[in-house]
């Protein structure tokens, strides 16, 4: 069965600091790759995909990912952070089964210093 | 273009009564998707539905049902709540089926309580 594995449930850095959430993902087929973040009383909303093609990815937020097939894994990662990234983020996969089932990682809320 | 809309935002229901879910898509999407989103467990998806029929369906009793009409909007039914059904719903919906246009865009969701 597929799964995504996010490590580390919180995170906390300071603003300004490197921002790094890891996601790493099993699949016997490179799936397509997504990662969402989660404000307070609020829905999802796309921070960046990964489907084919270029590996590193570019984001809304100043945020990337780079998509690395020999480690299955899928990190986040933003140069600075900045109060309003504070939030829950969440690594999805969709196993391109030809539905838009996603499998979802259990989610990293991650804390800015000030 | 508007968002994914649910309505409503917010229910308190008791056990053993049904709710309904509504959600309405980006226009133009004809896919949407429902999950279920708990503490403990998570992010789980429920079922989507493309062009009025159920196309996938993920790990929940039958009391969990949906339905979508014509206009792509999209009902998510649950009969006899339990307390372990309190949590945000969350609905997506996607353009098509089309390789590499796989995004789902989600709505802000409706916080169900059980009492």
């Known amino acids: 069965a597929q799964s995504v594995t996010q490590l580390g449930s919180h995170v906390s850095v300071s603003e300004g600091a490197l921002v790094l959430l890891r996601c790493n993902y099993s699949?016997?087929?490179?799936?397509?790759l997504f990662w969402y973040v989660q404000y307070p009383n609020q829905g999802l909303q796309l921070l960046l995909k990964?489907?084919?093609?270029?590996?590193l990815v570019k984001g809304i937020n100043g945020f990337e990912a780079e998509f690395k097939k020999s480690e299955t894994s899928f990190h986040l990662t933003k140069p600075s952070a900045h109060m309003s990234d504070a939030a829950e983020y969440f690594c999805?996969?969709?196993?391109?089964?030809?539905?838009?089932?996603?499998?979802f990682g259990t989610g990293t809320r991650l804390k800015v210093l000030a | 273009k508007a968002g994914v809309t649910q309505t409503p935002r917010y229910l308190i229901k008791t056990r053993g009564q049904q709710v309904t879910l509504s959600c309405s898509p980006i226009?133009?999407?004809?896919?949407v998707s429902w999950y279920q989103q708990t503490p403990g467990q998570g992010l789980q998806f429920l079922f989507e539905?493309?062009?009025?029929?159920?196309?996938n369906k993920g790990n929940f009793p039958g009391r969990f049902s949906g339905r979508q009409f014509s206009n792509s909007r999209s009902e998510m039914n649950v009969s006899t709540l339990e307390l372990g059904d309190s949590a945000l719903y969350l609905c997506?919906?996607?353009?098509?089926?089309?390789?590499?246009?796989?995004?789902?865009?989600f709505g802000p969701g409706t916080r169900l309580t059980v009492l």
């Open positions: 997506a919906s996607s353009p098509s089926g089309l390789a590499g246009a796989r995004e789902q865009f």
């Open positions: 699949s016997s087929v490179p799936p397509y």
């Open positions: 990964y489907t084919t093609g270029a590996t």
């Open positions: 999805a996969v969709d196993p391109t089964s030809g539905t838009y089932k996603y499998i």
């Open positions: 226009s133009g999407h004809r896919s």
């Open positions: 539905y493309f062009s009025e029929t159920q196309r």
